[in-house]
């Protein structure tokens, strides 16, 4: 990381604890919170497609869908997000329940931080009517998320349908989803079907906007769906859950309105899919394991006036699995530890030799295991031990980055916080470094990091 005064760090860390989030209250008869969970993975995976004018580079970037490289990402970024995000049972406890706000932010460099921010309610209308909107925020080098949503739902007992919209100041991005499931005290599943764009070819083809106000058009030649499906079940002692989409084939034509022949076509594939079973050795020790795969590629031709770079077909993969423990030893101490293997393979091919082909990946260990003290109600605090032990395999320097990314980061992690009862939790943390960052001139201090949830 570039270097960081320690005194300037130390009072962001104190100043960033105002707005803080510490994770579930584990108190004396209740163990409710003590899991873990894919659905933040599933979610924030899903924006790739749901909102993919966020990325730095817009709808029509060239770094892909994933977008996980990026001119001003650094080689601790991967273990700036694990130690920034919410811990195991933190994310648990927010997918879990219906009403609340939180944020996480964390310092990446003298002047930015890589942060979240959600709100979301559930808002019953009566005779099984309930609305719910949601707002989700993320900011980082890759991405710049401000994604507004607001969704009805209507429950006939175990069943229920619903319906969404995403709410966009740019119209064309907008985008309408339809679903259906079905839920009881074990476990829930539900399906939906996502009209992508929804009203683009309206808008520009229909419409029509004027090239004043946007030089660039996009017509849907075959337009984009998307599949989405998850579930979540409790059979004994075991608890399943699994998460996928997929995007149905679809093209777009993007081009110059004053020079329709400048511009070119673009084929996009992307599906994911990942599966969570955890074990309950009893109420206090939870075990369990999971398996992530996210795929993308896009297949892109220039139109007759069209740029020759604009002729690569790119391949982008993640694949993660890994294990976990969840242990309450005793009333005040908490115990969570987590290892993951994670591969990012890159293949970008120009078919007219435009420019380099890219054929990259790299591969990493990533950890965390937190040892928290956690009363009833007030005072809390934890120490973690976190890595990221990235190695590249192939391609090194073919994909953009600020540093190179195949170093091996260690840090030790230690938070401070407050907790309201269930209802309200800050925190502030503090980083400290082992591997010996070059150049940065700070010693030990790595960065700091905040938290807070409200609950109603």
């Known amino acids: 990381m570039t270097g960081k005064s320690a005194a300037y760090r130390i009072l962001s860390s104190a100043l960033l604890a105002l707005p803080l989030l510490t994770g579930p209250t584990f108190a004396q008869s209740d163990t409710s919170y003590l899991h873990a969970t894919l659905k933040g993975w599933a979610e924030r995976t899903w924006f790739y497609l749901l909102d993919r004018a966020a990325v730095r580079g817009g709808r029509l970037g060239d770094r892909g869908i994933l977008q996980r490289f990026h001119p001003a990402i650094d080689g601790e970024h991967e273990l700036d997000l694990v130690s920034s995000r919410p811990e195991l049972g933190e994310e648990y406890e927010w997918e879990h329940r219906g009403n609340g706000s939180h944020y996480w932010g964390g310092s990446i460099n003298h002047r930015d931080l890589v942060e979240g921010a959600a709100f979301k309610a559930r808002v019953p209308l009566g005779r099984g009517w309930t609305i719910y909107p949601r707002y989700d925020r993320e900011t980082g080098p890759p991405v710049f998320r401000n994604l507004v949503r607001l969704g009805f739902e209507k429950d006939w007992g175990r069943i229920f349908a619903f319906s969404e919209g995403s709410l966009f100041a740019t119209k064309p991005d907008i985008d309408l989803t339809l679903g259906a499931g079905i839920r009881s005290r074990d476990g829930e599943l539900r399906a939906s079907l996502t009209w992508l764009d929804s009203f683009n070819d309206a808008i520009y083809q229909g419409l029509v906007v004027w090239y004043g106000f946007a030089d660039t ?4 030649e075959a337009q984009e769906f998307a599949l989405r499906l998850s579930a979540e079940r409790r059979i004994g002692r075991v608890r399943l859950e699994t998460h996928g989409a997929v995007l149905l084939p679809g093209r777009i034509r993007a081009y110059r309105q004053l020079e329709p022949d400048q511009g070119f076509r673009q084929e996009e594939r992307f599906a994911f899919g990942g599966v969570l079973a955890e074990w309950s050795f009893s109420p206090r020790v939870k075990a369990g394991g999971s398996f992530t795969w996210v795929r993308a590629s896009t297949d892109r031709t220039p139109l007759a006036a069209g740029r020759t770079l604009d002729d690569y077909r790119l391949v982008e993969r993640t694949t993660r699995y890994g294990l976990y423990l969840l242990a309450w030893p005793h009333p ?11 591969a990012r393979p890159e293949k970008r091919t120009y078919r007219n030799g435009a420019a380099p082909q890219v054929d990259y990946e790299d591969r990493s260990w990533q950890s965390q295991t937190v040892l928290s003290y956690r009363a009833p109600s007030g005072f809390f605090a934890s120490a973690s031990f976190e890595t990221d032990l990235r190695d590249v395999l192939r391609g090194d320097g073919q994909v953009p980055s600020l540093e190179p990314l195949g170093q091996h980061n260690v840090r030790v992690r230690v938070e401070l916080g407050w907790r309201l009862a269930r209802r309200v939790m800050l ?3 503090y980083r400290m470094d082992l591997d010996g960052d070059p ?8 960065g700091a990091h905040g938290k807070f949830a409200v609950y109603w």
Do not use: P
């Not at 058009?217 to 849907?220: E, G, N, R, S, V």
């Not at 150049?439 to 790595?446: L, N, Q, V």
């Open 427 to 429: 925190s502030g943390g």
């Open 332 to 342: 005040r101490w908490l115990v969570q530890s987590w290892l993951v293997r994670e």
């Open 439 to 446: 150049g940065t001139g700070h010693g030990r201090f790595d």
């Open 217 to 220: 058009a996009i017509d849907y």
